[in-house]
């Protein structure tokens, strides 16, 4: 390895770990202001222009909040669990591919911290992490109701996760790599992205991603209107802080992780044949990647503030009587398509 | 039974079917519904710098008029405190002296006119009752305050400022 290398590498990882905390912390803008429009009022607008500002304020009212730590608390814990979750949240966005090669000079830059081959065990890896957090954070609180929404966490993100991993397969038979890299890449122009062959598998993986992140309609670990805060009851100042921001960068990795396995990632219609240079195609790619990340993040929102809540015996119903189920059924039809068109169409 | 109101509705409640079974159409629907709203036109006012138009007829709080020439026009007859259905007014009333013509329209003035704004509902009676056309509520809003005894207010706050109507001619033709 040499030290240019490095550098490069170590330069990717602070501008992305950057943009996620930017997008976290603007995503809780956005939800507000969504929330807003959705319920036809404004949203916060009175600090900085539309309320740009909203999100500082938010962040420095977090650090100056008396910070308590309940007396029945196992300290250690509830130091580590605020911690975990924001830890696994921010390296999950490692092996996602932002964009093309870039050129400087004689370099070539890839736009990927790490393309390691198993890159969807990976992802899978650090989110079954996640739940840590929440768990461990729950149970450090001492508290009835932090227990039960970390125990509510626990029970549903294992449920979905197996979900999550049967629609994937799906996807894996027709992409045959486990590399997101070449899963991304393999999606080049509009006809080939994997939507048009996996809706089923991409409706699936989809559901499981709003219960991963504990978005409504999935948000029973923390349910305020039944649990209070659910496993953040006891938090305070930015622990609390913390929590929240975990979930917003899970809502952002997640939607990178949607857009990059089924639609296209960095792709974008006619891209070879616009005659443009190989720099601009990579950079024009990582808007277009963007584009589609936020779209996804504005439809998280927008299914929050359109669907009520589950109620749990429904959460568990829905994950392993339906969706597991079809994602079975997924990969058999998956199969059988691709041996058929093996067989009689080649 | 036969209802007696023949009003009697019997609900059944269908077996969903499949579409229904998988929510799906019912999600769509409940997602353009909210788009729908996202796109709406925003009713909110945003108050401060935008402020609705008052009615015409809006009653705020009292003010104790001046005639012309810059005098109180209140006489303290006491109709107003009699007509008030809360008894939010009291007053004191007083004799006019010998070179106080130019401060009391009348012979009799009030020393001390106080209305208690918690008691006060508003209602304009006392307006209606006033022989001299002394007192009309064509104020602002009455503002919140820490104590009730600053509730109580007094002529300071109610008699309208003196204008002073030569210079305000003069001003105008200028």
């Not at chain 1, 949240?89 to 736009?111: E, F, K, M, Y």
């Not at chain 1, 899978?124 to 996640?130: D, Y």
């Not at chain 2, 405190?81 to 009291?90: K, R």
Request: contains cysteine.
């Amino acid at each position: 390895m040499e030290g240019a290398f490095i550098l490069e590498k170590l330069i990717l990882v602070v501008i992305i770990f950057t943009i996620s905390l930017v997008i976290a912390m603007y995503s809780t803008l956005a939800e507000r202001k969504i929330a807003g429009f959705m319920q036809d009022r404004y949203g916060p607008d009175r600090a900085g222009l539309f309320g740009l500002l909203q999100p500082l304020c938010d962040g420095g009212k977090f650090f100056f909040k008396e910070e308590i730590i309940p007396a029945g608390a196992h300290k250690p814990l509830f130091i580590i669990g605020p911690t975990l979750a924001i830890i696994t949240a921010c390296i999950s966005s490692a092996v996602i591919p932002w964009g093309q090669n870039l050129t400087i000079g004689d370099r070539v830059v890839t736009l990927q911290v790490a393309d390691i081959n198993v890159g969807v065990l990976y992802i899978f890896g650090v989110i079954a992490l996640g739940v840590y957090g929440v768990m461990i954070g729950g149970w450090a609180s001492n508290n009835k109701f932090s227990l039960m929404g970390a125990i509510r966490a626990a029970s549903q993100s294992i449920s979905y996760e197996i979900g999550m991993g049967l629609s994937l397969i799906a996807l894996l038979m027709v992409t045959g790599s486990l590399s997101i890299g070449d899963i991304v890449s393999q999606q080049s122009g509009f006809v080939n992205w994997n939507i048009w062959v996996q809706p089923l598998g991409f409706l699936i993986f989809m559901t499981c991603a709003f219960a991963e992140c504990n978005r409504v309609p999935f948000d029973l670990p923390e349910c305020e209107t039944e649990l209070i805060g659910g496993y953040h009851t006891e938090y305070s100042s930015m622990k609390l802080g913390l929590y929240m921001f975990s979930e917003y960068i899970n809502m952002f990795v997640s939607s990178a992780l949607m857009a990059a396995l089924y639609f296209g990632g960095y792709n974008f219609p006619f891209m070879y044949d616009l005659g443009l240079s190989e720099n601009w195609i990579t950079i024009i790619g990582v808007l277009v990647f963007f584009a589609k990340i936020f779209a996804f993040i504005f439809f998280f929102m927008w299914i929050r503030w359109t669907l009520p809540r589950f109620r749990y015996d429904q959460l568990m119903k829905l994950g392993w009587k339906m969706l597991i189920p079809l994602a079975i059924a997924n990969i058999v039809l998956t199969g059988i398509i691709t041996i058929v068109k093996d067989t009689y169409f080649n | 039974m036969q209802s007696l109101s023949n009003r009697k509705k019997v609900l059944e409640q269908k077996p969903m079917n499949f579409w229904e079974r998988i929510y799906l159409p019912a999600i769509a629907k409940g997602l353009s519904i909210t788009l729908k709203h996202f796109f709406k036109k925003i009713p909110t006012i945003k108050y401060p710098e935008q402020i609705r138009p008052y009615s015409k007829n809006f009653r705020g709080q009292h003010s104790l008029k001046r005639d012309e020439e810059g005098r109180e026009r209140c006489t303290a007859c006491g109709l107003c405190a009699l007509s008030c259905p809360a008894e939010a007014i009291t007053m004191t009333a007083a004799e006019r002296q010998k070179g106080e013509e130019d401060l009391y329209r009348e012979e009799k003035y009030a020393s001390v006119y106080e209305i208690n704004m918690l008691r006060c509902i508003f209602c304009g009676l006392c307006e209606e009752a006033c022989p001299k056309e002394a007192i009309y509520l064509d104020g602002p809003h009455v503002t919140a305050d820490y104590l009730r005894k600053d509730f109580i207010y007094g002529k300071d706050k109610l008699v309208e400022p003196k204008i002073d109507l030569v210079q305000l001619t003069q001003q105008k033709s200028l």
